[in-house]
């Protein structure tokens, strides 16, 4: 059922988190969403690992949710093998923290055109769920 998990990991400023993950372990930023004068959005990879900050401010503007400051945030990025209508059926009732929507914006093919929807575990982190809009 599920493809894939990358881990989003929310913070204040993405700049200061990217020396240990480039400049010392190797990673490559493969992506980034500008937001103003600095990142709000950068997606790593090395090898078969991926991972992905983004800012509190550009989770509210992508979102609509606040995230509160100073605290850490984890979001999880789970891309499933086939369409959501099997995950949404599992989900059923489950309070829905990000409505179902087709993201088409500016990142790599792998990420562009996607079918998602978002649940909040109930430990604080937000679930997204996701497959690629069907051609």
């Known amino acids: 059922m599920f493809r894939k998990l990358t881990p989003v990991i929310v913070v204040d ?4 988190c990217l020396p240990l993950w480039v400049e010392r372990l190797g990673f490559v930023k493969v992506a980034e969403v500008k937001e103003g004068d600095h990142a709000g959005f950068v997606i790593l990879r090395k090898d078969d690992v991926e991972l992905m900050y983004q800012t509190r401010s550009s989770l509210a503007a992508d979102t609509g949710i606040d995230e509160p400051a100073g605290r850490p ?7 499933v093998k086939s369409s959501l209508d099997e995950v949404i059926r599992r989900l059923g ?3 829905v ?3 179902r929507r087709q993201y088409a914006g500016l990142l790599p093919e792998s990420y ?3 079918d998602e929807i978002g649940v909040r575990e109930a430990g604080g ?3 997204f769920f996701s497959s690629p809009v069907a051609q």
């Open 13 to 16: 400023a993405i700049e200061p």
């Open 73 to 79: 945030g984890t979001a999880l990025f789970i891309q």
């Open 93 to 95: 009732d489950y309070p």
């Open 97 to 99: 923290a990000v409505s």
């Open 112 to 114: 562009s055109g996607m």
């Open 125 to 127: 982190s937000l679930v």
